[in-house]
C-alpha cells in the first residue's frame, strides 16, 4: 500500500498548569489515507480535540507538543527528535509556522469547529469572509473568488445563496453556519478536512443533512477526512475507519465494521454497551463504572483498569502494547490490551473493583460514578 | 374519530383527573411578546407563539417522553406546566386542582408536589452552598421535616448514589454526572409525586448517562414517581419512557406508547426524525430520508398543519388528481423554486430535471409551465408565488389543523397522530417502510 496521507506517530501534548503536567495525548498513532473518513472517537476529555489541534499546531499555551511525528503528504507538520544531549527539539525537517501557514492550513488541511459561531466573526458578512479566505489561498481575483463563493455556498445546500451571501452570520440558523464553514474548509479543495465534533451542537434532522452532504462532498471531491466525534452513531454512519482513544492514548483502532462486530478492547465494548439504542428498546443499560480519571495522574498499568470489567492484577503493572491483532490477511485491527500479549494475563487474579464486581462494598452498589473513590483508586478530593 | 377541534390527544374532557391520571393539560398556550419595553405597545410586534393549544394526559407512575427539536417549544412548555411562566390560555390539572388559575399560598402549597430537574448540571446549583443545604433547601422553603432536615439530606444523597459524606462539599467537586445525581436528591427533598426533568443527561458522556437513566429508573420504582422527561436525544427517549409526544414548533403532531411510536410511527415529522438518527451500527440497513429545509419562525408559524412546509407527504389540493410521481415532482419544484436552490440558465433543463417525465397536464401543467417561464426570466418571486398558492396553500394541509385518533398497531394504548393522511377520506398512507 502506498504512503498515507498523514501518519501520526507516537505523538505526545502536554499541557504544563499549576496543578502539575496534564498528558491529554500521550503517544498516539494512527493514518488517514487518501480519500478515507476516519473517526476519531472518544468521550469528553479522551484528548482527541487536542490530538486534532496538535496535527494542525493550534495547541496553545500552557499546551505543548512535546514528542512524535505527523507527516502530511511527505512534509513534517511535526517532527520532535531527541539531541545526543536528550532534549526534545524540533527537527531540521519540521515546517516552520510561516511554513503551516501558507502552505498547509486551509490549503491541503482544512478544520470544522464543533461551534460555528465562534469560526465565523460576527462583524463581517458570511459571503465576504467566504471570499477572503478564498481569494487568500486561491490566489484568484475578488470577483471571480465571489462567483467561486456563491457556487460554494449553492453547493453546500444554501438557498438563494446570491441573497444569503450578504447576510451577516447572526442571520443564519446553527446548520447553515455548519454549512458555511464546510463550504469554506471546501473551497480550497484541500486533501484533509478534520472535523472536530461538526454536528454534535446541531439537532438529529439537521445533523442528518450535514452528514449526507459530506458523504455526497466525499465522493465528488474524493477528500479524506478526520472525523472527530463522541457520537458511535455518527462514526457507524459515516467511517470507513476508526480510532477509538481513552484518556490520552488510541486503545482500539479496525475498520468500522470490525469495531461494532469485533469488538476487541473492553473499554470500546464496555461503550458500546452503555448506549440506549434508537432503533431497538434495551432491558436496561449497563454503564460503564466511574469517571475518566485526570490525565494529569493517569492510572499505572492500563488506563482503563479502573473502570474496566474484565481488569486483572497483572493490568495494574503492565501497559499494555499498542499493535496488530488482526488474523493473517484480514483488515488490520490494533488494540492495546494485555488480554492479547503474553504477560501472565491469564493467570492474573481479577482486580477488586466494582467495575469487576468483585467489590462488596454497601455503599458503592448504589453508587454509579462515584465508584473511583469506592474503590479507593482516585487521586484526590476533586473528581471531577 | 375525527376531532379537527384541535383539542388533541386523551383529553379528559371534563377537565377534572381522575386516579390514574396526575396531570391533564389542556389546551395550553404560552406566547412571548418580542419586547418588553414600553415600545412594544407603540409598534404591537407580533408575539412568538412558543406553545400552541397542546393537550395531554400524564399517567400516575408513568414516564412520558416528550421529543422536539431545539427551538420547539418543549421547555417552554415545561416551564408553563409548572407555572414558572405563566400560560397565554389553557388549563394544568395537578390531581384536581388547576395549576394555571392557582395564585399565591395555594400555588405554593401545590409545588411541592412537582419538582423540576434542569439540563445544565452546574449552573442549576448554587456554587458558594454546600451540597447538604442545597439538599435541604426546598425543605426549608415548604416547611417540612423541621428538625430533621440534616438526616434526611444525607439519606437522600445515599438514594441518589452518593457519598452521604459528601454532605458538607460544593457542587465544583463533583463531576456532572454527580451534580446531576444532586439535583436529583433536591427534587426528592420534599417527597414530590411528578418530576419535570428537561433534558437532564443531555449534557453527560454516554457512560455517564447510562449511570443517571438507571439511578432515575431506580428511585422512580422506589418512590413512585411520575416523571415528564424532555430530551432532543431519540434513543434516551425510546429507553426511558412508557409513552412518547412528539413536538415540532410549539404543538404535538404525536402521541403513542413507546413501541408503538418507534416502530410505526403516523405522523411525517416523527418518521423523518426517527429515519435521520444515525444508528450506532454500521450493518443498520434502511435508507435514511432527510428532511429538506429550516424550521419555520413561530413568530408567524404555518397555518394549518406547521409541518407542512416541509412535509415530505403534503397532500395534494382537491381540485388536481395528479398522480403520485407527478404530485411529487410538482412539490418538489415548487419547494425549490421558493428556496431558489437551483440556478436555471436553461429553461429545458430545469424542465428535465425536475419534469423527467414531462409536466402535469391540466390547470396544474399551466401554472408549472407559467413558473418555468418566469424562473427562466429570473422571475423567481413570482413565480414561487403562483406555486405556493396554487399547490401549497390550496391543500387541506394549510386550511385545517390535524388532529385525529388512528388504530394502534402495538398494544391497546391510544394513539394521536396530527396528520391529515388519517382523514378518513384519504387513502391509508403507505407504511413507514415504504
Known sequence: MSEPLLKVENLKTQFFTEEGTVRAVDGVNFEVNEGELVGLVGESGAGKSVAAQSIMRLVEEPGRIVDGTVTFDGKKLVDIVETPDGRMEESDEMLSNREMREQVRGREIAIVFQDPMESLNPVFKVGAQLREFIELNRGVSESEAKTIAVDMLREVGIPEPEARYDDYPHEFSGGMRQRVLIAMALACEPRLIIADEPTTALDVTVEGQILDLVSDLQDRYDTAFLWVTHDMGVVAEICDRVNVMYLGEVVEEAEVDDLFHDTKHPYTEALLRSMPRPDRSVGSLDPIKGVMPEAINPPSGCRFHTRCPEAREACKEFHPEYHDVSDAGGAPHSVSCIKYESVGYEHSDPLETEATGAFAGGLADMRGDDSQEAAGVSGGEVDE | ?434
Not at chain 2, 451500527?281 to 406547521?306: M, Q
Request: one cysteine or more.
Open chain 2, 1 to 434: 374519530m375525527s376531532e379537527a377541534s384541535g383539542t388533541g390527544p386523551l383529553g379528559t374532557g371534563a377537565g377534572e383527573t381522575d386516579d390514574d391520571t396526575i396531570l391533564s393539560v389542556q389546551g395550553l398556550t404560552k406566547h412571548f411578546s418580542q419586547s418588553d419595553g414600553m415600545l412594544s405597545a407603540l409598534f404591537d410586534e407580533p408575539p412568538v407563539r412558543a406553545v400552541e393549544d397542546v393537550s395531554f394526559d400524564v399517567k400516575r407512575g408513568e414516564t412520558l417522553g416528550l421529543v422536539g427539536e431545539s427551538g420547539c417549544g418543549k421547555s417552554t412548555l415545561a416551564r408553563t406546566i409548572l407555572r414558572l411562566v405563566d400560560p397565554t390560555d389553557g388549563a394544568v390539572y395537578f390531581e384536581g386542582d388547576n395549576l394555571a388559575e392557582l395564585s399565591g399560598s395555594d400555588l405554593r402549597e401545590r409545588r411541592r408536589d412537582l419538582q423540576m430537574i434542569f439540563q445544565d448540571p452546574q449552573s442549576s446549583l448554587d456554587p458558594r452552598m454546600k451540597v447538604g443545604p442545597i439538599v435541604e433547601e426546598p425543605m426549608k422553603a415548604h416547611g417540612l421535616y423541621k428538625g430533621e432536615r440534616e438526616e434526611r439530606a444525607r439519606e437522600l444523597l445515599e438514594k441518589v448514589g452518593l457519598d452521604p459524606h459528601h454532605y458538607n462539599r460544593y457542587p465544583h467537586q463533583f463531576s456532572g454526572g454527580q451534580r446531576q445525581r444532586i439535583n436529583l436528591a433536591r427534587a426528592l427533598s420534599v417527597n414530590p409525586d411528578f418530576i419535570v426533568c428537561d433534558e437532564p443527561v443531555s449534557a453527560l458522556d454516554v457512560s455517564i448517562q447510562a449511570q443517571v437513566l438507571n439511578t432515575m429508573q431506580e428511585l422512580q420504582d422506589e418512590f413512585g414517581l411520575t416523571y415528564l422527561f424532555i430530551a432532543h436525544d431519540l434513543s434516551v427517549i425510546r429507553h426511558i419512557s412508557d409513552r412518547v409526544a412528539v413536538m415540532y414548533l410549539g404543538q404535538l403532531v404525536e402521541l403513542a406508547e413507546t413501541e408503538e411510536l418507534f416502530d410505526h410511527p403516523e405522523h411525517p415529522y416523527t418518521e423523518a426524525l426517527l429515519d435521520s438518527i444515525p444508528v450506532p451500527d454500521p450493518r443498520a440497513t434502511g435508507t435514511r430520508s432527510v428532511l429538506e429545509g429550516d424550521v419555520p419562525s413561530p413568530i408567524e408559524p404555518p397555518s394549518g398543519c406547521r409541518f407542512r412546509t416541509r412535509c415530505p407527504k403534503l397532500i395534494q389540493p382537491d381540485e388536481f388528481s395528479m398522480d403520485a410521481e407527478t404530485w411529487a415532482a410538482v412539490r418538489e419544484f415548487a419547494r425549490a423554486v421558493d428556496r431558489r436552490t437551483f440556478e436555471a440558465d436553461d429553461r429545458g433543463d430545469v424542465r428535465t430535471k425536475f419534469f423527467p417525465d414531462g409536466t402535469p397536464s391540466g390547470r396544474a401543467g399551466g401554472v408549472v409551465d407559467d413558473a418555468l417561464d418566469q424562473v427562466a426570466d429570473d422571475e423567481w418571486e413570482d413565480a414561487a408565488d403562483q406555486l405556493i398558492s396554487t399547490f401549497a396553500d390550496a391543500s387541506i394541509c394549510a386550511n385545517e389543523e390535524p388532529s385525529y385518533a388512528v388504530e394502534p398497531t402495538i398494544g391497546d394504548g391510544e394513539h394521536f397522530a396530527a396528520c391529515h393522511l388519517h382523514r378518513e377520506d384519504v387513502e391509508a398512507p403507505a407504511p413507514a417502510d415504504d
